[in-house]
């Protein structure tokens, strides 16, 4: 890789995002919209951005968080406070202005042979997982929480989706067992022509293996810790099934959108 081409890239990628709005929608987690013309132009769906939380010596390192959705001239933002970064996040305030890096990474492959979805998502993972939906008419969609008090975005999602599951590990609400196996009767029934998921690892494994068991194409989006966010640190490096100098990854350039055959999702 070219230093020079990757510093243009950097300066090329900063915005400026003034809040528009940030509210708490369930514990530990902020529904935040930004103003930024380019962002709400460029964005596709599993792309994401990386911001700047702030001068803490912990967050010297930008965080990445999906972009969930655009308006003309806004992207909104849902993230959940996991450390320093998040936590000075949700600190903001609408007017606040916020360093954003984006939009970067490949966004998820839409195709015009394949128009009935099945859409798999967990956690954190739902996130980039609703301007994805919002492409479709025919999107079947499965989302995984903990329990109860972590489900959100439960309106958004069935306002654009043909069919909505929501599951619970604990049976607090909705089906009480993991996404997955609900994704699976849908594949034993023939239903959907390809899958998309984003979420924590073991969903992840459990998608690629139900992929290739049912023979159907699948994408996954890759939550990978990471530094850069450009390509050039390496920190986020994942495995691949490609022999020789692709064997490793960048998440954050090459993903976070891989085919499910081309990784080995080890790590
Ligand atoms: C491409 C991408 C898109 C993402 N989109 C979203 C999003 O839309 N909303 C959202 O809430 N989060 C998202 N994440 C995860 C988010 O970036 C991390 O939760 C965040 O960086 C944590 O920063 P922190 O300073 O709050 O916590 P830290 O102090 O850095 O870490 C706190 C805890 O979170 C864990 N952690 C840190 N990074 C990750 C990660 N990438 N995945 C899982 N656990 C992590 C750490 O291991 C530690 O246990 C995304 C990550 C990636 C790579």
């Known amino acids: 890789m070219q230093t020079g081409g990757t510093e243009v890239a950097y300066l090329k990628s900063i915005q400026e995002c003034e809040i528009i709005s940030i509210e708490q929608i369930a514990p530990q987690i902020f529904d935040m919209w930004v103003k930024n013309d380019v962002l709400a132009a460029q964005a596709r769906p599993g792309q994401f951005v990386h911001i700047d939380c702030g001068d803490a010596t912990d967050n010297f390192l930008r965080r990445p968080i999906s972009i969930c959705d655009v308006k003309s001239n806004a992207v909104r933002i849902l993230f959940e406070v996991k450390g320093s970064g998040t936590a000075a996040l949700a600190c ?72 909505l599951h929501i599951t619970t590990d604990d049976g607090s609400y909705g089906y009480h067992g993991y996404a997955v196996e609900l994704l699976e009767r849908k594949l034993a029934a023939k239903e959907g022509d390809i899958i998309y998921a ?69 790590g």
């Open 198 to 266: 984003c979420g924590p690892l073991p969903m992840l494994r459990a998608t690629k293996a139900l992929a290739e068991k049912y023979n159907v194409k699948c994408q996954l989006s890759m939550e990978q810790r990471m530094g850069c966010g450009i390509g050039a640190c390496l920190v986020c490096t994942c495995e691949t099934t490609s022999k020789g100098a692709n064997h490793y990854k960048r998440v954050c350039k090459n993903g976070p959108v891989f085919w499910s055959d081309e990784v080995t999702l080890n």
């Open 92 to 163: 903001k305030k609408a007017g606040d202005v916020l360093d954003m890096l984006g939009p970067l990474g490949n966004a998820f492959t839409v195709l015009e042979q394949y128009r009935r979805p099945l859409i798999i998502g967990g956690g954190i993972g739902i996130f980039p997982l609703y301007l994805l939906a919002k492409q479709f008419s025919e999107a079947q969609v499965f989302l995984g929480f903990r329990c109860c008090e972590r489900v959100v975005m439960e309106q958004d999602f069935k306002n654009v989706a043909k069919e």
